[in-house]
Antibody, heavy 118, light 113 residues
Framework: QVQLQESGPGLVKPSETLSLTCTVS????????WSWIRQSAGKGLEWIGR???????NYNPSLKSRVTMSVDTSKNQFSVKLTSVTAADTAVYYC????????????WGQGTTVTVSS | QSVLTQPPSASGTPGQRVTISCSGS????????VNWYQQLPGTAPKLLIY???QRPSGVPDRFSGSKSGTSASLAISGLQSEDEADYYC??????????????FGTGTKVTVL
């Protein structure tokens, strides 16, 4: 079955760039939307954005100026970069799959904790 | 930033029926399908209901979803101890000023008494 695995640094310094990659196994990355979601400690879920396998993106307006997503179909991976991070960006970051707009996020990674601290 | 409002908590005894509401507006719930997610403690969210009332394979039929106008509901019938979790509704927002925004509800913690 399809599995998603997030990877990247667990600690990022303030003002630097947070970079995470999600590796898809068990299925092709093609023909799906791929999202990033985050959750601060004890808080709710926040959608960061998504990318289609053609490279088309949608970003949360509240983060749009700092977010860039990319996809590498040859490696079955997609990535997110968040610039100029602050302590408010400390969270568990999840990647997830979406078949179409009304199908929901049906497969999730286990999540990776990113702490922003000097 | 969440614009989908849920009650912070809900509870019931084993076997009871629990209902969680999700209130939104015409730009999201009123225009798009509602999805529901279950998040067990310390784990990633899991898709519970998609397209308002559809259950993914493997989700027990104790869970059901509905939508009316700008509100949606998740019902858990025959509540079980393993249903103790956080539940989130979600929908796409079609506001003209946005280029697509997926919004989650504020979340509801279900406690099995």
């Amino acid at each position: 079955q399809v599995q998603l695995q997030e990877s990247g640094p667990g600690l990022v310094k303030p003002s630097e760039t947070l970079s995470l990659t999600c590796t898809v196994s068990g299925d092709s990355i093609s023909n799906y939307y791929w999202s990033w979601i985050r959750q601060s400690a004890g808080k709710g879920l926040e959608w960061i954005g998504r990318i289609y396998t053609t490279g088309s993106t949608n970003y949360n307006p509240s983060l749009k100026s700092r977010v860039t997503m990319s996809v590498d179909t040859s490696k079955n991976q997609f990535s997110v970069k968040l610039t100029s991070v602050t302590a408010a960006d400390t969270a568990v970051y999840y990647c997830a799959r979406e078949l179409r707009t009304d199908s929901g996020l049906d497969v999730w990674g286990q999540g990776t904790t990113v702490t922003v601290s000097s | 930033q969440s614009v989908l409002t849920q009650p912070p908590s809900a509870s019931g005894t084993p076997g009871q029926r629990v209902t969680i509401s999700c209130s939104g507006s015409s730009s999201h719930i009123g225009s798009n399908a509602v999805n529901w997610y279950q998040q067990l403690p310390g784990t990633a969210p899991k898709l519970l209901i998609y397209s308002n009332n559809q259950r993914p394979s493997g989700v027990p039929d104790r869970f059901s979803g509905s939508k009316s106008g700008t509100s949606a509901s998740l019902a858990i019938s025959g509540l079980q101890s393993e249903d103790e979790a956080d539940y989130y509704c979600a929908a796409w927002d079609d506001s003209l000023s946005l280029n697509g925004l997926y919004v989650f509800g504020t979340g509801t913690k279900v406690t099995v008494l």
